[in-house]
């Protein structure tokens, strides 16, 4: 018999998602809302919000949530569209590693939610 660990409470995360220099607020999405908008998530950067829905596995809300920090890092890292490989990995790397620096608790969660087979 195998014991999973249990992860904390999705609404125990911290509203406050640090990216280089923005703070971004985690949302818990409704899901009335997020199908709406046909979406599982979504990261606004000009009003500095990211949002989850909340009716989807916490390994999907995990992805979901590292997605949308990636888009915020995009952001932070002022890319353009058409930008080199190169240019995408050695600009979002340091601004990647700043946010699993800067937000323990978002990504300890991430981590463990990931190692979990549903």
């Known amino acids: ?23 971004y607020e985690l949302i818990h999405w409704d899901p ?9 998530g979504n990261c606004n950067r000009f009003e500095f919000k990211i949002r989850v829905r909340t009716d989807i596995p916490d390994s999907s809300f995990a992805e979901t949530l590292e997605h949308e920090i990636n888009h915020a890092c995009w952001h932070a890292a002022a890319l353009k569209t ?6 995408v990995v050695n600009r979002l ?12 608790e978002i990504y300890a969660w991430i ?4 190692a979990q087979k549903d």
């Not at 009335?32 to 599982?40: F, K, P, Y």
């Open 1 to 23: 018999m195998s014991r999973r660990r249990r992860l904390p409470e999705r609404t125990e995360l911290p509203s406050v998602i640090k990216i280089g220099v923005y703070e």
């Open 32 to 40: 009335l809302e997020a199908e709406a908008e046909g979406s599982l």
């Open 82 to 87: 058409k930008a080199a490989e190169e240019t």
């Open 93 to 104: 790397t340091p601004l990647q590693m700043m946010a699993r620096r800067d937000n323990p």
């Open 111 to 114: 981590d463990r939610a990931i």
